[in-house]
Structure formats: structure tokens, C-alpha cells
Nanobody, 115 residues
Framework: QVQVVESGGGLVQPGGSLRLSCAASGSTFSQYVVNWYRQAPGNQREWVATIFTSGITMYQDSVKGRFTISRDNAQNTVLLRMNALKLEDTAVYYC?????????WGKGTLVTVSS
């Protein structure tokens, strides 16, 4: 089972930036597909972004142009850079790792956008 740990959440004002990090265990990190999801209070968990093993990325429409997902296979890390944050970006952000037939989740990191 892959261990997944998110970090980097915090309180930020609207228009500000944060960088989330997802660290995953294992020696085959380059073969992991990594997703970011988020869950706002009272809402269902929703998909935010994906980075494939090839480096190809995909984003939810509401974050396109503001969020950037990237990976560093040497550091077993995926980053989610979030710019121009909005009040509606407030949520717990979860990292999800898919490898072969298994999927692993972290415990999440809280992002609060508030003035």
C-alpha cells in the first residue's frame, strides 16, 4: 500500500497563492498517476487535477489557468500550485495515487481562502 501525505495548506486571502505538496512512498513513483481532489464543507469530494506518468495534465474547468500540477519523480512528490485563489477554493485537498490496481489516499490538507 502506497503511503500518501499532503502538506502546504493554510489560510490565504482571496487572490493569494499556496503550494500544496503530495509525497508518496515507494520506488515506482514514476509509474503513479496522481490526482488532487477537494471537499468543501457540506459538499461531495470533487476532482481537481491529474498528472499522468507521461507528464500530461488535466484540470477541472474552474481551476484552469489558476492551478498547476507538476511532479518530481526524483523526490516522489507532486505539487499543486494554486494562484488567484477564490473564496470557493476553500476545502480540504486530498492527494490520490493510482498504481496498477490499487488506489491510495492521504488524510488531506485544509485550504482556507478568507479575507
Amino acid at each position: 500500500q502506497v503511503q500518501v501525505v499532503e502538506s502546504g495548506g493554510g489560510l490565504v486571502q482571496p487572490g493569494g497563492s499556496l503550494r500544496l505538496s503530495c509525497a508518496a512512498s515507494g520506488s515506482t513513483f514514476s509509474q503513479y498517476v496522481v490526482n488532487w481532489y477537494r471537499q468543501a464543507p457540506g459538499n461531495q469530494r470533487e476532482w481537481v487535477a491529474t498528472i499522468f506518468t507521461s507528464g500530461i495534465t488535466m484540470y477541472q474547468d474552474s481551476v484552469k489557468g489558476r492551478f498547476t500540477i507538476s511532479r518530481d519523480n526524483a523526490q516522489n512528490t507532486v505539487l499543486l500550485r494554486m494562484n488567484a485563489l477564490k473564496l470557493e477554493d476553500t476545502a480540504v485537498y486530498y492527494c490520490n495515487v493510482i498504481f496498477l490496481n490499487s488506489t491510495s489516499w492521504g488524510k488531506g490538507t485544509l485550504v482556507t481562502v478568507s479575507s
